[in-house]
């Protein structure tokens, strides 16, 4: 299994800063992904994690608001840039960890949460 | 595109009763299928996972969801509910040509003494 740690572990933020929210996994991994739960609803991808690559963003998020470094093969960052209070959600990463296919299972980090006043 | 849906946005049961959750999905193939629980203020934890053989999958915490292709659904159960179980549950599918996953909309649970 994988291990993954998340900070902060929750923030209240001014709308129009930045945060910069840390996931460590414990062990290497290719490939990590982060997600957005908004308030009372279920999880989104905002983007997936390469190391060595370019982050690759799904519909709606964009690299300017959430840009995403992956500097190794056990870190990753998510930044929230220019918050506003739609931002307010918990922030998750994630890595599938294992041999592929169905031996596969991912794993979350405990969340992020993110309160914009 | 792969999908899923949860029916149900909140259930309360009492606690010593059987729960069942529901949970259909749309795809083109066998799916790999997940429940997740997420306790209050706290991470996904995995409950279960099937990708294929035996349609009955056990999972932790006492838990175990079917799978049945005719009916696209995949609906964890528990024969006998704890305090402890109350939080959002949620079944999700691989999403179209990636490994991250997408997920339905969650069930809430509560338990009442």
């Known amino acids: 299994s994988a291990v993954i740690s998340q900070k902060p572990s929750r923030d209240i933020c001014q709308r129009g800063t930045s945060l910069t929210i840390q996931c460590q996994v414990d062990?290497?991994?290719?490939?990590m992904f982060w997600y957005r739960q908004q308030p009372g609803q279920s999880l989104t991808l905002i983007a997936t994690a390469n190391q060595g690559s370019e982050a690759t963003y799904e519909s709606g998020f964009v690299i300017d608001k959430f840009p995403i470094s992956r500097p190794n093969l056990t870190f990753s960052t998510l930044t929230v840039s220019n918050m506003s209070p739609e931002d307010s959600s918990i922030y998750l990463c994630s890595v599938p960890f294992g041999p592929g296919g169905p031996q596969e299972t991912q794993y979350f980090g405990p969340g992020t949460r993110l309160l914009v006043l | 595109a792969q999908s899923v849906t949860q029916p149900d946005i909140h259930i309360t049961v009492s606690e010593g009763a059987s729960l069942e959750l529901r949970c259909n999905y749309s795809?083109?193939?066998?799916?790999?299928l997940f429940w997740y629980v997420q306790s209050p203020g706290q991470g996904l934890q995995l409950l279960l996972k099937?990708?294929?053989?035996?349609?009955l999958v056990q999972g932790i915490k006492g838990f175990e969801a079917e799978f049945k292709r005719s009916q696209s659904s995949f609906n964890l159960r528990k024969p006998s509910v704890h305090w402890s179980d109350a939080a959002e549950y949620f079944c999700a599918l691989p999403g179209t040509g990636r490994r991250a996953l997408t997920f339905g909309s969650g069930t809430r649970l509560q338990v009442q003494p």
């Open positions: 062990s290497q991994v290719t490939m």
């Open positions: 099937y990708f294929s053989g035996d349609t």
């Open positions: 795809y083109g193939a066998t799916p790999y």
